[in-house]
């Protein structure tokens, strides 16, 4: 240990450190500075632990403290005021912030980094924010803040123009209801890094936690010696499986997923935990878990999705479901799930077709790469367990750790703790089960934060997906037939594998009219990290599919591919993939419409442009019950709780949510502040399939509409407080596929989306178009932001991402090789909102959340096509122009390999412009 002695935002600092302690950990636990955030130390790759270092911005996680001796150091909480307070006007006048966890250090960034060049060029902006990841949003946004931040330091007296409203300047007559650019409730805590994430929360006597991963992907569990790690001074416990007093399989779906895998049983990926440690620090914590010794028989893995459906493949979970099928290839246990969908006469259809496109397309398994990552904390308050949760549904977090716990499920309360991005990687329960055990037979409180490599290992991924597909059309170039097999690995777990395929299946035919077709999709069971949730949830794999084959025929028949999209796009009264015939809220044509200009602009100057359409349901449909739940607490005349059962995770769903209610009450959008426990009856599912404003915003309009009746006779906010007005509504039920029903309603609604990716002469991005149906912008600014961070998002995952593995193993966790594009790899983006209102949804909204990126990568692929003549038939296009000068992977650390010790026309739509500019 060394004392060190610096400056730290401007008052002399002491303190004792390890010699290997970095500047972020000093920073964080010694002097609770959290405005810097840990999101991948050591790598330093993700930009959220920005400081000030001697004048320079550096990255806190890499930083050893010991340099600093001597030295200064500046965080956002050391800046004056008034330089907060510019920072707060430019990011807000940008609307530059989703889950706020790159934020801060961004902010700080941008401060020196203006300091010495106060008149930047937007290309010169972007270079510097290369060290940044922002994984929410588009990064045009933060750019134009930096711009407007620049001008705010070279004239203090200018005023930013904007378009976006704040809350607190809503009045009885501007009261930021639906239709309003309301920016984030949150945003100026987000921006300054004031607001809370899980991993900030402190409680007294808080101990540590750290867990035992498994060593391999596929190996028996002879023994596990826990004596030296319990013998460790600050060690308070070590738990293994004999330590659960209640059920210890858990799953959303199947109960496959053991919370510790136990002696004798075998471990089926590489993010099982075999033990969990409790200390006084989390360096004791990380020390003993090491010293924990297992014992292994390792076996050969399954990692192949056809090598685990042959009849001799070792069954890879033994709580599997073994699904049963006649059409199945085999018996084999690995088998998942099975959907079948069958319509007309494909055969004979395809048989008779003028043309027929036909192909096996791959996609990748990739990352999630939510900048936070996963963490938890719990205590026991009495009989009485709290937990702070960062998923994406609270109530089945309470559910399963009642389970584990052999506790009343009255007796668990969790708090919604809205995490730093999700994308769907935080449906299932990770390590709260963990967590909360050991809170329980310590009575202490217990913090549990995963590093990153731990994160990447643990947690369900996208699913790597190969489908073999063939569509044919009649001479004219109208569809005839598809025939789909799609084949997913979903891992170790069943997590929503099951779901996903199932997904996959059903948007089989994308938003066109086919009369007759055939899909089967199955999930399968290997050694590989589980796959589950993410954005888009099975579409996207299809679809980069389907509109290869759709150019494919457009050029057989010889028509354009715009052209052939449109004669094909589904209106009202058309059938989609599983025979459900549409009724309203169809908007495929306008968003093709919507880009037209745009089309026939680059097409007459001779550019290469691909175009690619979408479909993405709205609600998870399939037989599943559609709840939405909240209610509206008075608790004083300018303060009304609202309570939904669902996860704000950077969405901006809560400030949706309130204008909804404002909207619906007649009040200000400032007098709502939203928030969400278990202690609420609001339990409704999981934020997931594009829901929660179609189901959460219905619910707060009925709670509101109550409280609108109290005002309406006469009483005064005042007169109300105390009162709850609650909000239980149920959509019109849906058909699960394979039900033989004359009219399936396999889904309340969908949305639809036209993009177009346009590639300058180099072949590298230079725009894309990005038309979407919405139902109804509730919030134009939010709903941008979402459609231009999917947007990057796929263009990513069409290009650059993916997440390899050999014998089940990540090889890799560092950010800057998994792919994800950064501030200069961003072409121009133009979202263009149409919208088709849906009669079901809240003033007639419906989910975007997903479709954002559902057609990204087709529409990547089928630009290459256009510029070199080349069908990309595999993600990622990584040997295409477009992803060769992509900065993702520039700097190379150097770094251990990653740990496996334990570890068709209308008139004009109605639509909102959106360009953003790098």
């Keep these: 240990m060394t004392v060190v002695r610096f400056t730290c935002n401007g008052e002399p600092v002491q303190v004792t450190v390890r010699d290997d302690e970095r500047l972020l950990e ?7 500075l959290t405005s810097l955030k840990d999101g991948c130390h050591p790598q330093g790759q993700c930009g959220a632990c920005v400081a000030i270092v001697n004048g320079h911005a550096r990255v806190t996680c890499t930083e050893p403290t010991l340099a600093v001796d001597g030295g200064e150091v500046i965080t956002l909480e050391g800046l004056h005021p008034n330089d907060r307070a510019q920072i707060i006007a430019a990011f807000e006048s940008a609307a530059a912030g989703q889950c706020g966890f790159c934020l801060p250090a961004i902010a700080l960034h941008a401060h020196s980094y203006l300091q010495k060049h106060p008149n930047p060029t937007p290309t010169e902006i972007a270079r510097q924010l290369d060290q940044h990841l922002c994984r929410c949003g588009g990064y045009s946004r933060i750019v134009e803040a930096i711009l407007k931040l620049a001008q705010m330091r070279r004239d203090p007296d200018s005023v930013i123009p904007t378009q976006y409203l704040r809350a607190a300047s809503t009045t009885p007559t501007h009261i930021g209801g639906v239709g309003a650019p309301v920016l984030r409730l949150d945003a100026s805590d987000l921006i300054v890094g ?16 750290a867990l035992v991963l498994s060593a391999h992907a596929r190996a028996q569990v002879l023994s596990i010696r826990t004596d030296k790690a319990a013998a460790l001074p600050g060690v308070v416990r070590v738990v293994t499986a004999a330590d659960v007093p209640g059920e210890r399989w858990q799953g959303l779906l199947e109960h496959d997923w053991p919370v510790f895998v136990a002696p004798g049983e075998e471990v089926r990926c590489a993010g099982d935990v075999l033990a969990a440690v409790a200390a006084e620090s989390e360096d004791i914590a990380r020390e003993a878990a090491e010293l924990v010794e297992v014992d292994y028989q390792v076996l050969p893995t399954v990692v192949s999705p056809t090598d685990a459906l042959a009849n001799n493949a070792p069954r890879v979970n ?46 990748q398994r990739i990352e999630h790469l939510f900048l936070e990552t996963e963490c938890c904390v719990a205590e026991m308050r009495g009989e009485h367990l709290h937990v702070w949760s960062q998923g994406q549904g609270i109530f089945d977090d309470q559910r399963q750790i009642a389970s584990i716990l052999n506790m009343p499920l009255q007796n668990v309360h969790i708090t919604l703790v809205p995490p730093g991005g999700a994308f769907g990687g935080k449906e299932d329960l990770l390590i709260q089960g963990q967590t909360a055990l050991l809170a329980k037979l310590t009575g202490r409180p217990v913090r549990l934060a995963l590093r990153r490599d731990e994160s990447v290992r643990m947690h369900p991924k996208r699913h790597p997906v190969t489908s073999h597909i063939q569509v044919g059309c009649d001479a004219q170039g109208r569809l005839t037939a598809v025939i789909a097999d799609i084949l997913g690995d979903s891992g170790a777990y069943a997590s929503v594998g099951a779901k996903v395929l199932e997904r996959a299946a059903g948007h089989a035919c994308g938003p066109y009219r086919v009369p007759n077709t055939h899909v089967e999709a199955r999930a399968v069971y290997t050694n590989n990290p589980p796959s589950g949730a993410m954005r888009g949830f099975g579409v996207p794999q299809i679809t980069f599919a389907l509109e290869s084959c759709i150019d494919q025929l457009a050029a057989k028949v010889g028509i354009d591919r715009w052209e052939m999209r449109y004669k094909n796009a589904v209106s009202p009264g058309d059938e989609l993939t599983t025979g459900q015939r549409l009724t309203s809220s169809v908007g495929i044509q306008k968003t093709l419409l919507a880009v037209k200009p745009a089309y026939d602009e680059a097409r007459a100057r001779g550019a290469a442009l691909g175009i690619a359409c979408g479909i993405k349901n709205s609600g998870l449909g399939n037989g599943a019950e559609e709840v939405g739940k909240a209610e509206l607490v008075v608790e004083s005349p300018t303060r009304i709780s609202l309570r939904c059962g669902f996860t704000e995770m950077g969405q901006g769903l809560w400030t949706v949510l309130c204008q909804i209610a404002a909207e619906r009450s007649g009040l200000p959008v400032q007098l709502f502040t ?84 346009i590639l300058d002469e180099q072949g590298h991005l230079a725009k894309v178009v990005a038309a979407h149906d919405v139902g109804r912008a509730i919030n134009p600014a939010l709903c941008q932001a979402q459609v231009e961070g999917a947007v990057v998002m796929g263009l990513g995952y069409a290009l650059t991402e993916s997440l390899p593995c050999e014998n089940g193993i990540p090889t890799t966790a560092w950010i800057r090789e998994l792919g994800a594009l950064r501030a200069r790899d961003v072409p121009e983006i133009e979202v263009i909102l149409v919208e088709d209102p849906e009669p079901e949804g809240p003033f007639g909204a419906k989910g975007v959340g997903e479709i954002g990126l559902v057609p990204t990568a087709a529409a990547v692929a089928s630009a290459l096509t256009a510029f070199d003549g080349e069908v990309r038939t595999e993600l990622p296009m990584r040997s295409s122009p477009a992803a060769k000068v992509m900065h993702v992977g520039q700097i190379h650390a150097h770094h251990p390999p990653v740990s496996h010790g334990h570890n068709q026309p209308h008139a004009h739509p109605h639509v909102h412009h959106s360009r953003s500019h790098k």
């Design 318 to 363: 033994p709580k599997s479901p073994m699904v049963e099928s006649t059409i199945s290839p085999s018996n084999s246990p690995n088998l998942l799930s099975l959907t079948l969908i069958h319509r007309g006469n494909p055969q004979e259809a395809l048989a008779a077709s003028a043309h027929v496109a036909t192909g096996t397309f791959h996609t």
């Design 26 to 32: 000093t920073l964080r636990r010694r002097l609770q």
């Design 194 to 209: 004031k607001r809370t994430f899980t991993a900030d929360i402190d409680r007294p006597a808080l101990l540590h936690a």
């Design 674 to 757: 939203p928030e969400l426990t278990t202690d609420s009856p609001l339990s409704c599912g999981q934020t997931t399939a594009s829901r929660a404003v179609l189901l959460g915003g219905n619910a707060v309009i009925a709670a509101a509409g109550q409280l609108k009746q109290a005002l309406d006779s006469g009483q005064t906010l005042g007169d109300l407080v105390g009162r709850v007005y609650t909000g239980n509504i149920t959509l019109l039920p849906t058909t699960p596929i394979g039900l033989n029903v004359p009219s399936p309603r396999t889904h309340t609604t969908y949305g639809f989306a036209t993009q177009l990716v």
